[in-house]
């Protein structure tokens, strides 16, 4: 598939800059310049762009973010808020991100109960979320959570379509699921991809997107709280990390090597969760070897893969930690600290 956007950026023309921004290299960090599109009413490069993208998510309209899934977040609120919404339930886990856009945008946040499962916060139930769409105008979720675990997608959307509400995801971990069924464009009117956690883009890449009937609401949003000074970059490899190759080869080694180091059950071949006795001696074993993981929250590290992750790395690492001590977590065990969630 083309490039829109690091196709434009490769036919530069070396030219003198008496434009932003103020490192005058005038390489692929560029600004939005006449033949380069502007991302807030694109009708180029960024246009295209964000239509393939939008076809490859399923979207009605897609928007490239380049101040990460924050942004999305911020932007599905607003559309809420503008909208009529006034309320909205989402998990006491959810990122910061939702409780800040709630407080900022005047929406009342009602919290949904979450239960700890061995030190991981359990996606709410069916009956939670039955009770949760009756207590506020629209629903929340983030699909997968940190721990590579999916909320009751389908039950969620049936019951917000029995009761008229809209669901929203924040899909923030979830990007490179747009190949299947579990997407959240599969179940949500808004959503955000956060493409630079589990795909090849740069950090702060992401996407948020609609369906048609969101679709305008959504772009207020995005008016409103996306920056005006948009990467190139960032935007570029956002387009190519939608357009990469799904690779099912690495799917298949991640869950052989789920299977190898005892790690966590989950939904998400992309999160790697292994409870070791020793945690902290563990990361530091692996970090003396060169192999660092996504966190330790007491409980679990957890090694976050992506397409992009080499068999020999996934082979390194049951290598490596085969030989460290494992914990049993017991069924009651606290949540462990992971420092990106705190409760409302
Ligand atoms: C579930 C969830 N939502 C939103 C965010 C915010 O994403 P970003 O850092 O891309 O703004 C994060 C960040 O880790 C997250 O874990």
New binding site residues.
């Given amino acids: 598939m083309t490039l829109h956007i690091a196709e434009m950026l490769r036919s530069q023309r070396e030219h003198i800059s008496f434009h932003t921004p103020g490192h005058k290299r005038a390489g692929a960090d560029i600004t939005e310049l006449s033949y380069s599109d502007c991302l807030l009413s694109p009708s180029g490069v960024l246009k295209r762009a964000e239509e393939d993208v939008a076809k490859l998510l399923g979207a009605a309209r897609s928007f490239l973010l380049t101040d990460?899934?924050?942004c999305g977040?911020f932007s599905m609120l607003f559309a809420l808020r503008k909208r009529g919404v006034r309320s909205v339930a989402a998990p006491i886990f959810s990122?910061p991100?939702v409780q800040n856009a709630c407080e900022a945008l005047g929406l009342e946040l009602v919290p949904i109960g979450q239960k700890t499962r061995r030190g991981i916060p359990a996606q709410p139930s069916v009956s939670a979320l039955k009770e949760a769409v009756a207590a506020a105008d629209a629903l929340l979720l983030?699909s997968p959570?940190?721990y590579g675990f999916l909320p009751p997608l389908a039950a969620a959307k049936e019951l917000c379509a029995q009761a008229g509400k809209p669901l929203a995801i924040?899909g923030?971990?979830g990007s490179h699921l747009h190949f299947t069924a579990a997407h959240a464009g599969k179940f949500a009117c808004m959503w955000v991809d956060?493409v630079?956690k589990s795909l090849p883009a740069m950090t702060?890449g992401?996407v948020v997107s609609a369906d048609e009937e969101w679709a305008d609401a959504l772009l207020a949003g995005v008016k409103t709280f996306r920056t005006s000074s948009p990467s190139y970059p960032i935007m570029a490899s956002v387009e190519y990390a939608v357009k990469f190759p799904r690779n099912e080869r690495i799917e298949r080694a991640a869950e052989s090597a789920k299977a190898a180091l005892g790690a966590v059950k989950n939904d998400d071949w992309t999160k790697l969760l292994v409870p070791f006795a020793q945690p902290a001696a563990a990361q530091a074993y692996l970090e003396e070897r060169g192999l660092y993981p996504e966190f330790n929250d007491g409980n679990y590290l957890m090694f976050y893969l992506s397409p992009c992750t080499k068999e020999e790395e996934i082979a390194e690492l049951v290598r490596l930690a085969s030989g460290l001590p494992r914990a049993e977590i017991a069924e009651d065990a606290p949540a462990g600290a992971v420092p990106?969630y705190k409760k409302p």
């Fill in positions: 990460g899934s924050t977040v990122h991100c983030t959570d940190y924040d923030a971990h956060g630079h702060q992401a990106m």
